[in-house]
């Protein structure tokens, strides 16, 4: 146990150093089931959010209706593109098209159905949120309350400059 | 415990290779997560002394990843101090390197030694994974390539043994997939046409001198998705061979039975409309990397993924009466071959502007399942049972419709209503006496009070009659929650069987407890009395006992 909590002392302190900046190298599936490189779509000074969510996490849906109702605003404002990255594994997987249209969603969605981008970036929960520019993380956030995408809006203006 | 000291010595050479950064080499990327989960159990004077050894149990995972180039690594360590949180899988204890692996990723190559993660389709034939509140992590430790030569198609292979607590069970795995992209290799442009198939074999010796009796058990599997437009859909088919059969955990050596699986998918979704469908029916398909382990409560050692095809609720009164699939054949204590059922869901925004609308538009959600035991004659002495019809519905065990009507007034109130109608055969489904009938009712307001400031506020009814002591007849519950900011919230929830007969068992499942996020970093805490029951994630549950007390969880990344 004491060699443990060496371990993890020693750990707080080489995260001052260190930080989960870029997204990972990765292939991901489009909800079309084609496969993107992960690091093109914020390349080019393109701001994007990533979202993380799943069909059965509730703060995560009211989180991107929230969004969705000003989302034409921000892109207008900002150029910022959203991927709504669902984390479903085959069990719920089908239902995220239909949720999604049946939602009206206008962005981007990607699936990652055996969490393998969920483990790399170390979120064992969700929703959880990405501002990223040119394959760098800029700003993380995770869960939901009511209100906070102004929050995120703040950021999105902050970093679309 | 040397092990640790390494790791930590590890960990100190990027403080001395980071303070260089001007030299702008690259040194390759650590990252990482930290995720805890602890409680403190406490004697209840209304539901007893909790009377179990180490009252206070924490689970522990610690993941470090490090990428250079095209070469990745990761070790997690995982530590159940003094002991895992209640029932947990018991070979989940101490102290111990969980999962490592090293490999090599390119555009078309990928290999990885040590223990990884796959899925072959839908994973009806194979799938690992891991879910820390289940306790599950059966990742596969051996190797695993894969090689890509166009964009559409991917070969792969894999070979080892799947994760068992800190160890690795008994049964060799191998492992052959190839998906075939045939919409991109026949150039159509708008309808999307693959194909998988995949091959997974366990090879397992035990003494056993039957005959029929073979250490290695193949399966197949071939399935195609298609898309056109707006519509949708997939079919599955896998074919496990024959296996000896196993009771109650004991193998019956002069038995033998193959199994098998369908799994049909539909679904058409355009704008404010969206629909699903899915059939499934399996025939003796839990399929296990250890033959021993066939009738361990702890959802291990499972090579393929069969969960419950239901919709999972999101309150505490709709999660009582859970589905959970049935997948094997049993001829004791009740003869069981497998589930034939399905679901749909609908998904549909009444728009903008209209009477039902309003300002904001409404979203429903509905969903139906229905699942049945297969149909078979059966000799419960001899253990045979004769093939059962493609589409033979036995006994019941579950049907549910579900109605969501999520509403937004204002830019401020926004509000959900929930109704959820179970059948619930707890003869089937738990193996105990009784059906279920049951309703739940449920509203939740949540009004924005400005500068990320919100409260939330949940109050619901099940109307039940059902006779199992511990949850008979009727509940309330109700929940209300602050928000100070998106970073600190506050909660306080109870459920209370008010309508137990047994005066002593109308209790109070209460919590109360808050939370704070700030970036990467997600503190929560609470105190409160659980129900006894099933704790469910995806479609698989891990029972938990009644219980009371603290509980702390804590999760970073870095």
Redesign the interface.
């Known amino acids: 146990m004491r060699t443990l909590i060496t371990l993890l002392l020693t750990l707080t302190i080489s995260t001052t150093t260190l930080a989960q900046d870029v997204l990972p190298k990765m292939q991901i599936e489009t909800l079309k089931g084609a496969n993107i490189n992960l690091e093109d779509i914020s390349s080019n000074d393109q701001l994007v959010v990533v979202s993380l969510w799943a069909t059965w996490c509730v703060p995560c849906k009211n989180e991107l209706d929230a969004i969705n109702d000003v989302y034409d605003d921000w892109v207008e404002e900002t150029n910022v593109k959203l991927y709504a990255v669902s984390v479903d594994d085959s069990r719920t997987v089908k239902r995220v098209k239909p949720l999604v249209s049946g939602k009206g969603w206008e962005f981007d969605i990607l699936l990652d159905t055996n969490s393998d981008l969920k483990r790399k970036l170390n979120a064992p929960t969700i929703p959880l949120t990405l501002l990223v520019k040119n394959n760098k993380i800029l700003y993380r956030h995770s869960g939901y309350t009511p209100g906070s995408e102004d929050e995120l809006y703040e950021k999105i203006k902050e970093f679309s400059k | 415990?040397n092990r640790?000291?390494l790791?930590?010595a590890l960990?100190?050479t990027?403080?001395i290779v980071?303070?260089q950064e001007d030299d702008k080499k690259d040194y390759g990327?650590?990252?990482?997560?930290?995720?805890s989960n602890s409680q403190y159990y406490v004697d209840d004077s209304k539901t007893g002394d909790f009377e179990e050894d180490d009252p206070f149990r924490s689970n522990?995972y610690?993941?470090l990843?490090y990428?250079y180039k095209n070469w990745f690594a990761h070790i997690q360590?995982e530590?159940y101090?003094p002991n895992a949180i209640l029932n947990f899988y018991p070979k989940y204890k101490g102290?111990d390197v969980g999962t490592f692996a090293v490999g090599y990723?390119s555009?078309k190559f990928e290999a990885t030694l040590g223990h990884f993660?796959?899925?072959f389709?839908?994973?009806?034939i194979l799938?690992s994974?891991?879910d820390?509140q289940l306790g599950i992590n059966n990742s596969i430790r051996g190797a695993n390539v894969k090689y890509r030569p166009t964009?559409a198609l991917e070969f792969s292979a894999l070979y080892g043994r799947q994760r068992d607590g800190f160890e690795v069970s008994d049964g060799s795995i191998y492992g052959f997939n190839a998906e075939i992209g045939l919409s991109s290799l026949f150039k159509l442009e708008t309808t999307?046409l693959?194909l998988g198939l995949s091959y997974v074999g366990r090879d397992e010796d035990l003494d056993i001198s039957n005959p029929n009796f073979e250490s290695l058990t193949n399966a197949f599997s071939a399935r195609i998705?298609f898309?056109e437009g707006n519509l949708?859909s997939?079919i599955e088919y896998v074919k496990k061979g024959e296996d000896v059969y196993s009771e109650l955990g004991n193998i019956i050596e002069d038995r033998y039975f193959d199994g098998s699986a369908w799994l049909f998918?539909f679904?058409?979704?355009?704008?404010?409309?969206?629909?699903?469908a899915?059939f499934r029916r399996m025939e003796n398909m839990a399929f296990f990397s250890e033959r021993d382990e066939s009738a361990n409560v702890f959802n291990q050692n499972y090579l393929n993924?069969i969960?419950?095809?239901t919709k999972?609720h999101?309150y505490g009164l709709t999660n009582i009466f859970v589905y959970q699939s049935q997948p094997r054949l049993t001829f004791n204590p009740i003869f069981k071959s497998g589930e034939i059922g399905g679901q749909v869901?609908?998904?549909?925004?009444i728009k903008k502007g209209t009477t039902l609308g309003g300002k904001?538009?409404t979203?429903?959600?509905f969903n139906y399942a229905t699942w049945s035991g297969l149909k078979g004659n059966f000799n419960i002495n001899d253990r045979t049972y004769e093939d059962t019809e493609f589409f033979g519905f036995g006994e019941k065990y579950f049907e549910e419709f579900s109605l969501d009507i999520?509403k937004?007034w204002s830019p401020k109130w926004?509000s959900i209503v929930s109704i959820v109608n179970t059948f619930y055969n707890a003869r089937f489904v738990e193996d105990r006496i009784g059906e279920v009938n049951a309703t739940a009712l449920v509203g939740e307001v949540?009004r924005?009070l400005?500068?990320?400031?919100?409260v939330?506020a949940e109050v619901s009814h099940l109307f039940s009659d059902d006779e199992t002591s511990e949850r008979a007849k009727n509940w309330a519950g109700g929940t209300l929650e602050y928000?100070f900011?998106?970073r600190l919230?506050v909660f306080a929830t109870d459920i209370w069987n008010y309508g137990n007969p047994d005066e002593d068992r109308q209790i109070h499942y209460y919590t109360f407890g808050g939370?704070f996020?700030k970036?990467?970093t997600?503190v929560m805490a609470s105190y409160g009395r659980q129900r006894g029951g099933l704790v469910c994630v995806?479609?698989i549950c891990r029972f938990v006992p009644e219980n009371t007390g603290f509980s702390l969880s804590l999760?970073?990344?870095?």
Do not use: H
């Open positions: 415990m640790y000291k790791i930590a960990l100190c990027p403080l980071f303070s990327k650590l990252s990482g997560g930290i995720e522990n610690l993941r990843n990428d360590v530590s101090e102290t990723k555009s993660y796959e899925q389709g839908s994973g009806l799938r994974w891991e820390r964009n999307g693959d998705d898309t949708y997939s998918n679904g058409y979704a355009k704008s404010g409309l969206g629909i699903d899915t993924f969960p419950a095809l999972q999101d869901d609908i998904f549909y925004n904001y538009g979203k429903l959600a999520k937004k926004s949540t924005k400005g500068n990320g400031k919100s939330r928000n900011s998106s919230s939370s996020t970036g990467a997600r995806g479609g999760s970073t990344s870095f």
